[in-house]
């Protein structure tokens, strides 16, 4: 198959634009450094558009002897393009594009002379038949989920133990790590006959502590956040003389995951378009790049990460390893606040950039896996086929052969009840929507005629006090021009009808509290995380209760660490302040949702 040159990005994102207060920001004088443009991309409501061009000055390779400046702390939302557009792509130039040869040569010579075998299995090369036919591409599988411990994980970790000295084996080793990385780490201690002290936080599910346990590893459950689990896990590791397992940012960690692309380029029959690989710390990125980028050159290796833990793209994007505010949880695997100094450098050097994708996506590919093989994969596990899916639709791909790694399948049962409500949505074959229905007789028949053969799969009315009620309700869709002709039936009824599918705040709250709209003073409205844990909801009451009335309570498991919960409070503006300190005191991650629309809409 010949080689396939992508179209050019559409003009929205390739207009270059500067807000008028950016304008006074002076540019440094010129010096003997290479100018680097910096695009950040919002995503609104109806299209995406850029919000600022930059120029970030920078320095030769040569090490600065200055000390290093603090770390560049981002959110999220402040890098967003459309899933399936290659974003985030590294500046190189021909003094770096390649890297140093010794360099190459030594994670070459490394992946090539690995032991990883002695545990690890080759994993096979699925071809997904359903998935090729739908996208008009030939779709390959990595079946990394088919490892020993359900992970790729096992490579790296096993990879740098192998090499420990008998010594170092004899004292032990410990890691930190709240799933996979953990098992691997636990499996390698007992082949090599050493012990292994695995810290976990406490709010992590008891099926997966109880999993490193049942191979022999010795679990402490420290903290509520990894950071936490940690920071005690290398001080262990200083005060006994253990060896620290790091999950992704160690040179053998990631020589072992490279085995993966070294397999890849021996099964895959013809010529590869791209390789897609999911980025937590990107170690298995740095890995798979190091080794496929100096065999085989043209594949392209696309990173895939969630739209809420873009933590790789936006450290490209910024030419920088940046830290997240706030990271989203439910591709739990891949949830990492800071990229590795070492992988984020292979990366800079090798990757070919980051496809974004939302959570809808992410269940859409569960249930993909799930019909091509009848296994379930966890969320991070299934990331690297939506980021695949989304690109070939976004470029218009076809005929040309793609693999993507399916990296992991620890799945949490309880997460199971959130993917099969969302799986249709990832898909485009269900759409949530809003219709304001006036408070007269025989409107609600009306509204039902006009739906017409469209088949409801939810459905919520509540008569309101006022002039107009809200309905809330899914629609299976076959077409987007199906779903367009019943928006269009209803705006010529007078019914003002919005699309809710894309907001969050709505398939995971608001769908669940519609009994009529109400007024409430002074009420602010927040989204926090609660640890999953014994004991977080009267933390959280102590801290606001009864200084505050607490107006709405809304708590949503979602099968991880932490538990997405809305939540309205009655705070004047002169109380915000301290309101925010406590807050902060408290300690759990939130965010102000209080000017929502949609909230507005449907609640107010």
């Given at each position: 198959m010949d080689s396939v040159k992508l179209p050019t990005a559409p003009p929205s994102l390739r207009t270059q634009m500067l807000p008028h207060h950016l304008h006074h920001i002076p540019l440094p004088p010129p010096r003997n450094f290479r100018s680097k443009p910096v695009i950040g991309i919002a995503r609104s409501r109806s299209h995406v558009s850029p919000v600022a061009v930059l120029f970030r000055e920078e320095t030769s390779l040569a090490p600065l002897e200055s000390p290093p400046l603090p770390r560049l702390k981002?959110?999220?939302?402040?890098?967003?393009?459309?899933?399936g557009y290659l974003g985030a792509v590294p500046e190189r130039t021909c003094d770096r594009d390649n890297g140093s040869i010794v360099e190459a040569m030594e994670y070459l010579t490394n992946i090539l002379s690995t032991k990883v075998y002695d545990i690890a299995v080759e994993s096979p090369l699925h071809l997904a038949k359903k998935l090729s036919e739908r996208l008009g591409v030939r779709m390959l599988l990595k079946r990394e989920d088919l490892q020993p411990v359900k992970s790729f994980k096992l490579r790296g970790a096993y990879n740098m133990m192998v090499k420990l000295t008998p010594e170092q084996l004899a004292k032990g080793v410990i890691c930190s790590s709240a799933g996979n990385h953990a098992q691997?780490?636990?499996?390698?201690?007992?082949k090599l006959g050493c012990t292994a002290v695995i810290v976990m936080p406490r709010t992590t599910p008891e099926i997966k502590w109880q999993s490193v346990e049942d191979l022999g590893a010795t679990v402490v459950l420290v903290g509520d956040a990894?950071?936490?689990?940690?920071?005690?896990?290398?001080?262990?590791?200083?005060?006994?003389?253990?060896?620290?397992?790091?999950?992704?940012?160690?040179?053998?960690?990631i020589a072992g995951q490279g085995t993966v692309g070294m397999e890849i380029t021996r099964q895959a029959k013809g010529p590869l378009h791209a390789i897609f690989v999911p980025i937590g710390g990107g170690?298995?990125?740095?890995?798979?790049?190091?080794?496929?980028?100096?065999?085989c050159p043209e594949v392209k290796i696309i990173g895939v990460e969630p739209a809420d833990a873009n933590t790789m793209a936006l450290s490209l994007h910024h030419g920088e390893r940046v830290i997240l505010d706030q990271v989203g949880g439910f591709a739990d695997g891949v949830a990492v606040k800071e990229v590795g100094k070492e992988t984020f450098r292979i990366s800079q050097n090798l990757v070919d950039g980051v496809v974004l994708v939302t959570r809808d996506a992410i269940c859409a590919s569960i249930k993909d896996m799930f019909e091509e093989q009848r296994n379930i994969l966890e969320p991070a596990g299934a990331l690297a086929i939506a980021g695949a899916e989304a690109y070939c639709k976004y470029y218009g791909l076809k005929d040309v052969n793609v693999v993507a790694i399916t990296s992991g399948a620890n799945m949490n049962f309880d997460k199971l009840r959130i993917v099969t409500e969302l799986a249709n949505v990832g898909r485009q074959q269900e759409a949530v929507l809003a219709t304001l229905l006036p408070e007269k007789p025989g409107s609600f028949k009306q509204f039902c005629e006009l739906i017409g053969p469209m088949n409801i799969t939810e459905f919520k009315y509540r008569c309101g006090s006022e002039k107009e009620a809200v309905v809330l309700y899914s629609v299976g869709v076959h077409t987007a021009g199906e779903l367009k002709a019943l928006e269009k039936r209803m705006e010529s009824s007078q019914l003002r009808t919005k699309n809710l599918t894309t907001s969050d705040l709505v398939k995971d709250h608001l769908r669940y509290l519609m009994g009529g709209r109400s007024s409430v003073e002074e009420e602010i409205l927040c989204q926090f995380t609660f640890p999953e844990r014994p004991g977080a909801l009267m933390n959280f009451l102590d801290s606001f209760s009864p200084r505050w009335n607490i107006s709405l309570f809304h708590y949503r498991a979602e099968g991880g660490a932490g538990a997405n919960v809305l939540v309205g409070i009655q705070v004047s503006e002169k109380e915000m302040e301290e309101f925010r300190n406590r807050a902060q005191a408290l300690g759990y991650e939130y965010v102000l949702v209080s000017e929502d629309a949609i909230f507005n809409l449907l609640m107010h």
């Open positions: 981002v959110s999220p939302n402040s890098l967003q393009y459309p899933p691997g780490v636990a499996m390698s201690a007992a990894y950071d936490e689990a940690q920071a005690f896990a290398k001080q262990r590791a200083e005060e006994e003389g253990l060896t620290f397992i790091p999950p992704f940012d160690h040179p053998d960690v170690g298995l990125i740095a890995g798979i790049a190091s080794y496929v980028k100096r065999v």
